[in-house]
Every structure is written in structure tokens, then in C-alpha cells.
């Protein structure tokens, strides 16, 4: 096999069928159509149903290994140009919503500044879809919430922070700014569907101190449970990193004694090496958090080695 017959069978997926990847890689359909049927012949299995157009589990399994190829000579070519003394290429950065919004901004600026030659891909998604496509070796890199127990990765803290009840105006306990469990007992709360383990762990803390847990609506989604405090909802438990520091409105923050807070670390994966920019984007966004945790009330950044 070449990677010929690779990138025929990866612009069949990624374009939607035969046609549509010859246009893609600027050839005719018969030839992506032989690049593909090589490929199955070589491997003795269907990757395509002609069919339906959808891959096969063969054909799955294919892809993904063929997408880790691509990463891996994207770094061979970064590590390369690193050796001339230039940090280049394209890194790609996953990052769960809330720590997105904290320090991105700041992140593309530093990686602009001081990396010029780097191109910064970023992609917003929940732990478990970029655990997947950190897998996938679709990004390089993913900031996810801790703790991940899978193996092949390596998990390393970046920051702990406090969690937060977010509560909007008219909120019995709007005029608090600390509270404890028993002030959550029975109460209306914007929740974590109950398969998270935040909301699990929270589940068993409120009953093994007898207190009962009421559930107003139940969201997969930390960004758009903050969102409806602020449109008036009602209350929620969200991290610190939740609520950016630069929105106003009739809402208030309580500190909550007695819960622990939330670890966000930095995942990569334990098969391959990070490429020279992968690494750089790496120690910048340490850099990152360590300088605006400093900024930003109930964050605390993991002591760099």
C-alpha cells in the first residue's frame, strides 16, 4: 500500500463519495475508485459498502489508523523544520468550552507573538468527544477534565478550580456570597445529567450528609447551564472558569464549603511523539494559565516543574 491509496480512501470519507474526493485531490473519479480498490485487495477486506457509501468496520479502523499517519508526518515534517531553528507547522488544540473561553484568546496571541511560523487549530468540544478524537489523532493536543481513566494517555494537571453556585436575581440567595451543603437541601438546581461524575459525586456527598438533591432541568453542557443562570433560570454549580469576568448582569457567585473543586489537565497521547510546535503550544499554554489564574478568582494553576 502507498499513501496514495491512503489519501484516496480519506477523501472518499472526508468528501462525502467518489466523486467529491476526485475533485478534492484533483483527479478523476476512476482513479480515486483504483487507489481504493488496491488498497481492499491488498488488505483482503471491503472498506467502502458501494452500497450505501458508508465505510465498513474494516474501513473504520483504516481510517482512523490512516488519520494518525497524517499526524505523524506533520510532525516528522514541524521536527524537520525545528532542527533549522524554526518552530512551524499546524497544531491541533482541543479544549473543553469553559477553559476555552479563559484563555484562548490569550493563547492564539502568544502563539502569534512568539511562534509566528505556527498555525493554531482550535476545537471546542466536551472531554469525552476529544478524548476520542485525540485517539483518532484528529488534534494533537486536549485540555479535558480530570480525572480520564483510558488507557494510552498521559494526563498531566494543569489547574484545580473551585466550583461555584451561580445564582440569578431573585434567588433566595442572591445577598450570600458563601454557603455550605445543607443551603442546597431541597433546592431547585440546574444539574449535570446524572450518568457525569461530577453529578454522581455530588449525589452520594448531599446524601451521605441526609440532604436531598431536586434537579429544575438536567444539562449536558457546563457553558449552556451558566448561560440560563444568566437569562434568569434559577441556580446552578458550574466552575470558576464558567463565568467570565467581563460579563455584567443581575447574577452572583457563592463559594460552597464542603465540595471539592474541579482538575482540568492536558492529555496526549502515549503512542508517538508530540512534534516541536505541539510542544511549544504546550509550554505557552502553561505559561497562559499560570499569568491569568493570577486574574481570575478561584483558579489555581499547577506548579510548573
Known amino acids: 500500500m502507498d499513501l496514495r491509496q491512503l489519501n484516496s480512501l480519506l477523501a472518499v470519507v472526508d468528501h462525502g ?3 467529491s474526493a476526485g475533485r478534492a485531490l484533483h ?12 488498497l481492499e485487495k491488498e488488505l483482503g477486506v471491503v472498506l467502502i459498502d458501494r452500497a450505501t457509501g458508508s465505510l465498513t468496520e474494516e474501513g473504520a479502523v483504516v481510517v482512523g489508523r490512516t488519520r494518525r499517519i497524517h499526524a505523524e508526518l506533520d510532525a516528522l515534517i514541524a521536527d524537520v523544520a525545528s532542527v533549522r531553528n524554526q518552530v512551524a507547522g499546524l497544531v491541533r488544540i482541543g479544549l473543553i468550552g469553559t477553559t476555552a473561553r479563559w484563555i484562548v484568546p490569550t493563547l492564539v496571541e502568544e502563539v502569534a507573538q512568539r511562534h509566528p511560523l505556527v498555525r493554531l487549530e482550535v476545537h471546542d468540544a466536551t472531554t469525552p468527544a476529544l478524548m476520542v478524537q485525540l485517539e483518532a489523532g484528529e488534534i494533537d493536543l486536549a485540555v479535558v477534565t480530570m480525572p ?4 494510552g494517555f498521559t494526563i498531566e494537571l494543569l489547574f484545580e478550580e473551585d466550583r461555584l453556585l451561580a445564582v440569578s436575581a431573585g434567588h433566595p440567595l442572591q445577598h450570600r456570597t458563601e454557603i455550605t451543603l445543607a443551603d442546597l437541601d431541597g433546592m431547585p438546581l440546574i444539574l449535570e445529567p446524572a450518568s457525569r461524575p461530577f453529578r454522581r459525586l455530588f ?6 450528609q441526609g440532604y436531598s438533591l431536586v434537579a429544575k432541568a438536567e444539562i449536558d453542557g457546563t457553558r449552556l447551564m451558566t448561560s440560563m443562570v444568566f437569562e434568569g433560570f434559577g441556580a446552578a454549580i458550574v466552575p470558576a472558569t464558567a463565568i467570565p469576568l467581563w460579563l455584567g448582569g443581575n447574577w452572583r457567585t457563592m463559594t460552597i464549603h464542603g465540595l471539592t473543586g474541579r482538575s482540568v489537565g492536558l492529555a496526549t497521547r502515549r503512542k508517538g511523539l508530540l512534534s516541536t510546535p505541539a510542544r511549544a ?3 505557552l499554554l502553561r505559561e497562559v494559565i499560570a499569568d491569568r489564574a493570577t486574574r481570575h478568582p478561584g483558579i489555581h494553576p499547577a506548579r510548573m516543574s
Open 281 to 283: 503550544v504546550g509550554e
Open 27 to 38: 483527479t478523476v473519479q476512476s482513479n480515486v475508485s483504483a487507489h481504493v480498490a488496491r
Open 203 to 208: 449525589e452520594t456527598l448531599m446524601a451521605e
Open 148 to 151: 480520564v481513566n483510558e488507557p
Open 17 to 19: 463519495g467518489f466523486s
